[in-house]
């Protein structure tokens, strides 16, 4: 798989790489690598976080001066993908992790999404894989085991024109498992899928949910740490219809099975 970054035309471009595991325990860990160009201005952040089950929570952030990348790897800044591993390095948290993919690569709907000639392109790098590794961050570190994903998203379409007003994702595992579903509410009709054990199901939605969420996070989502905007700010929460995020983790069902997952809501305003 070609992990080069892409590029597009306009006066917008955002692309980004979410990767997270989801541990028996209930602890998830978050790695997010994305970066984007605003009317000539280019901003690149890695940002990890780790959401503990006791409430605890350990987060970093570090800005990616150079990006590169070609087949099975992508340099980003302190962060590596190099085949099946990631590495990244920052003041707050730390970590390696191997992934071993149970299946292959898949796109939901492809673009994603269209608005004239702008475009919207969502890639489930890897929907469900078993992983180990090991996070640090000052004063202590953990072992890693769990069920990990990858996505890709890039597009072009204006922050200003977005078409979606509320977004529904999540993922989850149970026992041998694993499910990805998807429901954007567009200003012209709304994108439903979901894809569960190998199989993309067009216009189907989150399975049952088993237990109480558990709030990772709630926020605007240019408050986010890992944003760094600075004195720019107050130019993207008016610019993207200042999106706000809410992020829980949940105990889910799959073909029988109790699991668990991660699912968000996200809402422009």
């Not at 993919?101 to 790098?125: A, M």
């Amino acid at each position: 798989m070609n992990l080069a970054p892409r590029t597009g035309s306009g006066p917008f471009w955002l692309e980004k790489w979410y990767i997270d595991t989801l541990m028996p325990s209930g602890d998830v860990l978050l790695v997010y690598l994305g970066w984007l160009r605003l009317l000539g201005l280019t901003m690149a952040r890695v940002t990890a976080e780790l959401f503990r089950a006791d409430g605890s929570h350990q987060r970093g952030w570090a800005a990616a001066p150079t990006i590169t990348g070609g087949e099975d790897l992508l340099r980003f800044g302190p962060a590596r993908i190099e085949g099946r591993s990631l590495s990244w390095e920052t003041d707050g948290l730390s970590g390696e992790l191997r992934f071993e993919p149970r299946h292959g690569p898949v796109r939901l709907r492809e673009p994603f999404l269209r608005s004239g000639r702008r475009q919207l392109h969502w890639t489930i790098e890897i929907p469900d894989a078993d992983v180990e590794g090991e996070v640090r961050w000052p004063g202590g570190s953990a072992g890693v085991t769990g069920r990990g994903y990858r996505d890709r998203v890039c597009f072009d379409l204006p922050p200003w024109r977005f078409p979606i007003r509320e977004l529904r994702w999540g993922r989850a595992v149970a026992s041998d498992h694993a499910a990805v579903w998807v429901d954007a509410r567009c200003v012209h009709g709304a994108v439903r899928a979901r894809w569960e054990d190998g199989t993309v199901i067009p216009d189907d939605t989150a399975p049952p949910m088993k237990s109480k969420e558990r709030v990772l996070l709630e926020t605007d989502v240019v408050d986010l740490d890992g944003m760094r905007l600075g004195w720019l700010r107050p130019v993207f929460r008016r610019l993207p219809l200042n999106p706000h995020e809410v992020k829980w983790h949940s105990g889910f069902q799959l073909s029988g099975e109790d699991g668990y997952g991660v699912h968000e809501r996200v809402v422009w305003r």
